[in-house]
């Protein structure tokens, strides 16, 4: 059974700070993993994706890799704003899941002012 | 455009009550999916479904059924509300999985409270 992980739960920094979110995954035999972010009360919102085959994907100030080897993946935020106070969830798809997901618990992230 | 939009925003159940939350999409996705969140938790698949007429079970089906007679619409039915089946729900669409774009759209959730 594939089980995601992100560490930490909650993770509170200063405006302007580079930081990183991770997320690690049980069984490596993944098809893709995807990085949403979910603002409160709201739905998710996806910002990237990336197959079993990249290394990397990037838009903006965000970048994600992934290792699928040892099961981790981690969301990079350059130069962080109050705006990306959010709480991101990775989910991944497995090679024999079809099109089921399986989703981490998320980090409530804060950027302070 | 649109998106995703799911109503109602917000409901109050009963023990026992049954109800229908509507999902509808207008981006020509074929597939489809359910999702409840529990506070603090990931997200859990309830519901999916690959175009019209074909829907499957996810991991926590139990207590809620779906159909899919168009493109655009996939109905979640609570029947006999049960207290555990308070928390947000989420209906999201894709491309069908392994295109080159993949996202899943989400709807902005159902905040259901079963008393």
């Known amino acids: 059974k594939q089980e995601v992980t992100q560490i930490p739960a909650a993770l509170s920094v200063p405006e302007g700070e580079n930081l990183v979110l991770n997320c690690s995954f049980t069984d490596s035999a993944i098809y893709n993993l995807q990085w949403f972010r979910q603002d409160p009360g709201k739905g998710l919102t996806s910002l990237l994706l990336i197959q079993s085959s990249q ?30 106070s959010a709480t991101y969830l990775c989910a991944v798809r497995r090679e024999t899941s079809g099109s089921r997901l399986t989703f981490g618990e998320g980090t409530q992230l804060t950027v302070n002012p | ?97 392994g295109t080159e774009n993949e996202k899943l759209f989400f709807g902005s959730g159902t905040q259901l409270s079963v008393l």
Request: aromatic share 10%; net charge positive; with cysteine.
């Open chain 2, 1 to 97: 455009n649109a998106g995703v939009t799911q109503t109602p925003k917000f409901r109050i159940l009963k023990i026992g009550q049954s109800m229908t939350l509507q999902c509808t999409q207008d981006m020509n996705h074929n597939y489809m999916y359910w999702y409840r969140q529990d506070p603090g938790m990931g997200l859990k698949l309830i519901y999916y479904s690959v175009g019209a007429g074909i829907t499957d079970k996810g991991e926590v089906p139990n207590g809620y059924n779906v159909s899919r007679s168009t493109t655009e619409d996939f109905p979640l039915r609570l029947e006999l509300a049960a207290p555990s089946q308070t928390s947000v729900y989420f209906c999201a669409s894709s491309y069908p999985t």
């Open chain 1, 55 to 84: 290394r990397e994907q990037t838009s903006g100030r965000l970048n994600a890799s992934l290792d699928k080897s040892s099961g981790r993946s981690t969301l990079y935020i350059a130069a962080s704003q109050p705006g990306d």
